[in-house]
């Protein structure tokens, strides 16, 4: 009998059904209790799931928004000093460096690096003030490997109106008639924002004395607008193959995606792999027939 017992013991928890009790087994006070617990549990959850895409929508919410105000900030800290007191240039080009014109570095380096370049583009003031340009300048400008030769690309100007950008280039063309381009370029760069304020007549004239121009002459080029017409027409013909600023050249050859340049290692490669090529040989004269001999 005892084993009789055991075997419909055994045999009756064989077949409880999921979820629930034995069948003719009493619940006990604590399954009662885990029941109810468990009961509850699927409530909150069904709650939690109908608060689930609130609660993502909220999270993306904040995230985008930080997202934005990151970008702002660093935006404004890469946008230079567009307004307000003229402030020094950080980087300056190094004055024992030959220049002619908008040319720095030796006539007869054997690389060429053309930029393309806006003073009012951020890009371009991150290329001249984040240490690319820098590098490039006491890489190879400086050691005579290459030199760099500035175009004035009004990219700004077309994109938001207005003539800032062609008017900053001529303030910069002005000093270059007194052989300090380069001096300008980094002061204009240095005062730089993409804003129509960035470069007002009362701005350049400021900045062209903190520069030391003599403004007896820097002052009437830039009233009159004195290289206006040869920046306007050289930037049209620019116009038709780049499309963004800065874009550099290295003999020839545009570096990076569609002129973007991405890194100094890029520009390195390209000026490194010029270098490497074989110096042109130049076929010698021929000689002179031999005198016929007596």
Not at 36 to 49: F, I, K, P
Not at 84 to 113: E, H, K, Q
Not at 261 to 273: C, E, G, N, P, V
Request: include cysteine; proline fraction near 5%.
């Amino acid at each position: 009998m005892t084993g009789n017992n055991r075997s419909k013991s055994s045999s009756s928890r064989g077949v409880s059904k999921p979820g629930g009790r034995t069948p003719g087994q009493k619940q006990r006070p604590g399954d009662r209790v885990a029941a109810r617990n468990l009961s509850r549990a699927g409530t909150h959850s069904s709650g939690s799931s109908e608060l689930g895409p609130i609660l993502g929508w909220t999270m993306a919410f904040v995230v985008i928004a930080a997202v934005v105000i990151g970008a702002a900030i660093l935006i404004s800290q890469q946008s230079g000093n567009g307004s307000g007191a003229i402030v020094a240039p950080t980087v300056v080009t190094p004055s024992n460096i030959p220049t002619d014109g908008r040319t720095l570095g030796r006539a007869d380096a054997p690389v060429t690096v053309d930029i393309y370049g806006d003073f009012r583009c951020s890009a371009c003031l991150v290329f001249t003030t984040g240490g690319t340009e820098q590098s490039l300048v006491d890489n190879y400008i400086a050691t005579g490997k290459a030199k760099l030769v500035w175009h004035d690309r009004l990219i700004i100007d077309e994109g938001l109106g207005g003539n800032t950008s062609r008017d900053a280039a001529n303030a910069a063309l002005c000093a270059a008639d007194q052989g300090k381009f380069w001096t300008m370029h980094d002061w204009l760069y240095a005062n730089s924002a993409e804003t129509s304020t960035a470069f007002t007549a009362a701005r350049l004239s400021d900045i062209g004395k903190k520069a030391g121009l003599d403004m007896s002459k820097y002052q009437p080029c830039l009233d009159a607008g004195t290289h206006d017409a040869a920046i306007v027409a050289a930037n049209k013909v620019a116009s038709a193959t780049i499309n963004s600023t800065p874009t550099l050249y290295v003999d020839g050859t545009v570096i990076g995606t569609a002129g973007r340049l991405t890194s100094y290692d890029q520009l390195k490669a390209a000026i490194d792999a010029e270098l490497a090529k074989p110096a042109p040989t130049v076929a010698p004269s021929p000689s002179a027939a031999a005198s016929p001999s007596v």
